[in-house]
Every structure is written in C-alpha cells, then in structure tokens.
C-alpha cells in the first residue's frame, strides 16, 4: 500500500506543478514529535507541468476540510486535517519560477486529495507507533479496536461521539439495522473507555427463549426453578467492573424491563428466587433495530426504560446511504481474507469496485464482508478479485462485465479459470460432491475433475 500512495504523491506533484510532496501521520500535533509514518514522492522527471499555487477561493473550495497554509518561504504549501484520531499534514514544495496555478488544475488537485482520504485507511502503521488506523499510540487516545472503517461523514461523526462518551459511564442505546455494525461500536465504547481491562459481555436478547432469559440475565439461586440445582451469576453480574451489551433490546419482554431498569436505577440486581440484592458497577449498552418510539405508543416497551435508555443514542446508518464505505470497506476485508485463506495479497478490479459500490446491500456491512470472504474462498488462485467472481445481481448481467471502457481488464486464461471453477462448484453442489456424476455432467472424465480439483484447491468432500 505505501507504494500505491507513493505512486499518488507523484501524481499529485503533477496535478499541481510541485515538485516533490511528503505525507506525514503524527499521534499528536505536528510540534509534538516525530511524525509516525513519513512518505514522499516526486513528479517525473519528464513531466514538464511547472505550475504553482497561489492563495485563492478556488483553492480553498477545491481542498474542503484541509486547512491549508504557506510557509514564509512561498515556496511550500501545507494540508492538515484531523483525520480519525491523528493529525495528517501533507506538504507540496513548489517552482518558484512557475507560473499560477489555474482553475482547472485546482479541481483536479482537489479530487486527487479526496482520493488520498481512500488511500489513508488502508496505510500500514507500524505497532510500535500505532496499533491501529482510527486511533494514537501512547500519550493520546487509544485506538479504535475493532477498527471502525470508513471516510463517509456519517462514520467520521461517529467515532467522533464514541470519543466524547467512552469516559462516561452513562447507558448508551445504538440504532442501526442488522449488519451495520452495532456489536463492534459497543467494544470500541469499552475498549477505549476505563473499564476497557475488564470484562466485555454480550447477549442478544434473540439467543434464548423468554422462559431462560430471567435467570441467564440476572442469575438464579438453588430451587429457582426445575433444574436449578446450585447458584449461579447472571451475565449482568459477570460484567462486573466492564461493559454488558444487551442486543435487540426492544425484544426484551415487558416484565424483565421492569427488572432491568432497577438495575440501571439502582445499579444492583436480584438474582431469581433471592430476596436480597447484590451491587453491581457496569456499564450497560443496548442495541437495536426496532423503533423503540413505536413499541412504547403500542405499549410493548416501557416508557420509564426508554426515557433511561435514551441519555445517549448513537445511529450507524445503513451502508447504502454511505457507498463512498464501500471500497475502503471492501479492501480492508479482502486483506484480512487473502492472507488468512489464499496466502498472497489481492485486488479489486474496478469493474468488481463498481459492483459492489452499486449494490444496495440489505444485510449491510455482514453481507460485504461475507461476499468479500466468499470470493477469496472460491478463488484462491487468483491475484484479483473481477466482477465476474462476485455473486451479486449487479455484477450477473453476463461472464465479463462491460465499463465504460469495454470488457473488465483481465487475460482470457483467467477469465476461462473463473468460469470452470464456477462451472464445477455448482455442479458438486447439485451433486452433493459426487465426483463422478460431477464429471459426466460436465462432460469431462473424473480423472481430468479429479486433476482439476487438486489444481484449484477444492475439496469435494465439503459439499456432501
């Protein structure tokens, strides 16, 4: 990936006229020490763009967020921002004896800085100064752990409030639908909060039938109930000095939120079939994906819980009103997937990119990263990811997908490895791995399926 941004930093040079750039991640303020990562890059030497910038609306409007300066010098231009937890700077140094810089290259320069905010996700950090892209090493904020993905203003404005709240203790309730991500915002808000070392319990109140949840919550006494043959601690106990999250809270039945909300209340709780109480010091964290307003008009969900539960309300919107997540998401989980299933680095096509950015994808964040994960499974061989490996309806109009510029790039040899490795997966499926139907239906002998499978990596056995 450093070589890719490599590679941008001199295509910005020559966007702009500048005749070399450094990229530089800092865990503090620029002043405050030695940048974490530092990259530089400069325009070919037969380029012959000399363009310099000059102070202007344009500019200004063309680089967004990125608050520019000048050195003394008028030689170098600076971009900082903020950036999810880390100050980023990028620096163009100049020709003085260029002439300046005009509209039309301000725009292009404005939309190659916008890439960059694509490219920053996907940079390998060292450990040492920093364990994860979201966050600072020592000295800062811990990082965001699981990463939280995304440059869309919606994720940006999230780990922003996970931010303010992880030091507090307050109830905290996440909206989203199925997918998004509810589960993984719950750790991060205790991961980098003070209770962080201690434990991270979670159930969804979905798990288990109505009859068990009372005592799996709260904990049970001997004799509670049939089978309750010794004492045991509920899950809000077991959370004790670290964070319960309680998923699809609004299916939580309306005699247990009158248990729960003494708990949040009084923070202690009673065990089922014992008459005294037991303090407890947790942080609670709900989630769900119904309309809690609705199930309170209806009567289904207390009003006094929701009022309780409603201090703090996080919204992850679905990824289909956030496309511009999609890549950023779908690089980050074709790396975890490479290299823990096929062994080598790959990539995404463009036209496999304009796939999955078109796709409206209703099971959200799970959904991408199931297919993403599909994909690498079935094509282990392969070096990139092409629309025609995608199962999804976007990408299904014929074997080779069409962009703008006619077929999606790739060799025939690999477009014929595709299709035969599709071809004989769905045909073990239909035959539930009989390799010698397998082979008759696909008009070859078992000998040559058998040289094939071994070729590709596939074991029959798994679709018995």
Same mark, same amino acid.
């Given at each position: 990936?450093?070589?890719?941004?490599?590679?941008?930093?001199?295509?910005?040079?020559?966007?702009?006229?500048?005749?070399?750039?450094?990229?530089?991640?800092?865990?503090?303020? *620029?002043?405050?020490?030695? *940048?974490?990562? %530092?990259?530089?890059?400069?325009? *070919?030497?037969?380029?012959?763009?000399?363009?310099?910038?000059?102070?202007?609306?344009?500019?200004?409007?063309?680089?967004?967020?990125?608050?520019?300066?000048?050195?003394?010098?008028?030689? /170098?231009?600076?971009?900082?921002?903020?950036?999810?937890?880390?100050?980023?700077?990028?620096?163009?140094?100049?020709? &003085?004896?260029?002439?300046?810089?005009?509209?039309?290259?301000?725009?292009?320069?404005?939309?190659?800085?916008?890439?960059?905010?694509?490219?920053?996700?996907?940079?390998?950090?060292?450990?040492?100064?920093?364990?994860?892209?979201?966050?600072?090493?020592?000295?800062?904020? !811990?990082?965001?752990?699981?990463?939280?993905?995304?440059?869309?203003?919606?994720?940006?404005?999230?780990?922003?409030?996970?931010?303010?709240?992880?030091?507090?203790?307050?109830?905290?309730?996440?909206?989203?639908?199925?997918?998004?991500?509810?589960?993984?915002?719950?750790?991060?808000?205790?991961?980098?909060?003070?209770?962080?070392?201690?434990?991270?319990?979670?159930?969804?109140?979905?798990?288990?039938?109505?009859?068990?949840?009372?005592?799996?919550?709260?904990?049970?006494?001997?004799?509670?109930?049939?089978?309750?043959?010794?004492?045991?601690?509920?899950?809000?106990?077991?959370?004790?000095?670290?964070?319960?999250?309680?998923?699809?809270?609004? %299916?939580?039945?309306?005699?247990?939120?009158?248990?729960?909300?003494?708990?949040?209340? /009084?923070? &202690?709780?009673?065990?089922?079939? %014992?008459?005294?109480?037991?303090?407890?010091?947790?942080?609670?964290?709900?989630?769900?994906?119904?309309?809690?307003? /609705?199930?309170?008009?209806?009567?289904?969900? !207390?009003?006094?819980?929701?009022?309780?539960?409603?201090?703090?309300?996080?919204?992850?919107?679905?990824?289909?009103?956030?496309?511009?997540?999609?890549?950023?998401?779908?690089?980050?989980?074709?790396? &975890?997937?490479?290299?823990?299933?096929?062994?080598?680095?790959?990539?995404?096509?463009?036209?496999?990119?304009?796939?999955?950015?078109?796709?409206?994808?209703?099971?959200?964040?799970?959904?991408?990263?199931?297919?993403?994960?599909?994909?690498?499974?079935?094509?282990?061989?392969?070096?990139?990811?092409?629309?025609?490996?995608? /199962?999804?309806?976007?990408?299904?109009?014929?074997?080779?997908?069409?962009?703008?510029?006619?077929?999606?790039?790739?060799?025939?040899?690999?477009?014929?490895?595709?299709?035969?490795?599709?071809?004989?997966?769905?045909?073990?499926?239909?035959?539930?791995?009989?390799?010698?139907?397998?082979?008759?239906?696909?008009?070859?002998?078992?000998?040559?399926?058998?040289?094939?499978?071994?070729?590709?990596?596939?074991?029959?056995?798994?679709?018995?």
């Amino acid at each position: 990936m450093k070589n890719a941004i490599t590679e941008y930093l001199g295509l910005l040079c020559g966007a702009c006229g500048a005749s070399a750039a450094r990229l530089r991640f800092y865990s503090g303020e *620029p002043d405050s020490g030695e *940048p974490i990562v %530092e990259m530089c890059g400069s325009v *070919p030497a037969d380029h012959g763009v000399e363009l310099a910038l000059r102070e202007s609306t344009a500019f200004v409007e063309g680089f967004g967020v990125w608050r520019m300066d000048r050195s003394s010098y008028g030689n /170098e231009w600076r971009f900082e921002r903020r950036l999810d937890g880390m100050f980023v700077s990028l620096d163009l140094e100049m020709n &003085e004896r260029s002439p300046s810089f005009i509209s039309r290259r301000l725009s292009a320069a404005g939309e190659l800085l916008g890439l960059l905010e694509q490219l920053i996700p996907l940079v390998e950090f060292p450990i040492s100064g920093l364990e994860t892209f979201g966050g600072v090493a020592a000295g800062g904020s !811990r990082p965001f752990d699981p990463p939280i993905s995304g440059i869309s203003p919606a994720i940006v404005s999230l780990r922003d409030d996970i931010r303010m709240i992880e030091a507090g203790g307050i109830p905290v309730r996440i909206c989203g639908e199925s997918g998004t991500g509810k589960e993984l915002v719950a750790r991060n808000i205790h991961s980098l909060g003070p209770r962080g070392c201690g434990p991270f319990v979670a159930v969804s109140c979905l798990e288990m039938p109505e009859s068990l949840l009372q005592g799996e919550l709260f904990g049970s006494v001997r004799g509670a109930y049939t089978g309750a043959d010794r004492d045991r601690e509920g899950l809000i106990e077991a959370s004790g000095g670290g964070t319960f999250f309680l998923d699809e809270i609004g %299916e939580l039945p309306v005699h247990l939120q009158a248990a729960l909300l003494r708990v949040l209340q /009084e923070k &202690e709780v009673r065990r089922l079939g %014992e008459g005294k109480s037991r303090k407890v010091d947790v942080r609670f964290v709900f989630a769900t994906n119904r309309d809690l307003e /609705e199930l309170v008009r209806t009567g289904r969900f !207390r009003e006094d819980l929701y009022f309780r539960l409603n201090a703090v309300k996080l919204h992850i919107p679905p990824l289909r009103d956030r496309s511009g997540d999609i890549p950023v998401l779908a690089a980050r989980f074709l790396g &975890e997937s490479s290299r823990r299933m096929s062994g080598h680095s790959m990539s995404i096509t463009a036209g496999a990119r304009s796939g999955l950015v078109g796709h409206q994808w209703p099971g959200n964040v799970r959904e991408l990263r199931n297919e993403i994960e599909r994909t690498v499974t079935m094509n282990p061989d392969s070096r990139r990811i092409t629309a025609s490996m995608l /199962e999804i309806p976007e990408t299904r109009k014929g074997i080779l997908p069409v962009t703008d510029s006619g077929f999606e790039a790739g060799t025939m040899p690999e477009a014929v490895l595709v299709l035969e490795r599709k071809m004989i997966v769905r045909a073990l499926t239909g035959f539930g791995g009989n390799r010698t139907r397998t082979a008759k239906a696909l008009g070859i002998t078992r000998q040559g399926l058998l040289k094939k499978l071994k070729r590709m990596n596939i074991d029959p056995d798994r679709f018995t």
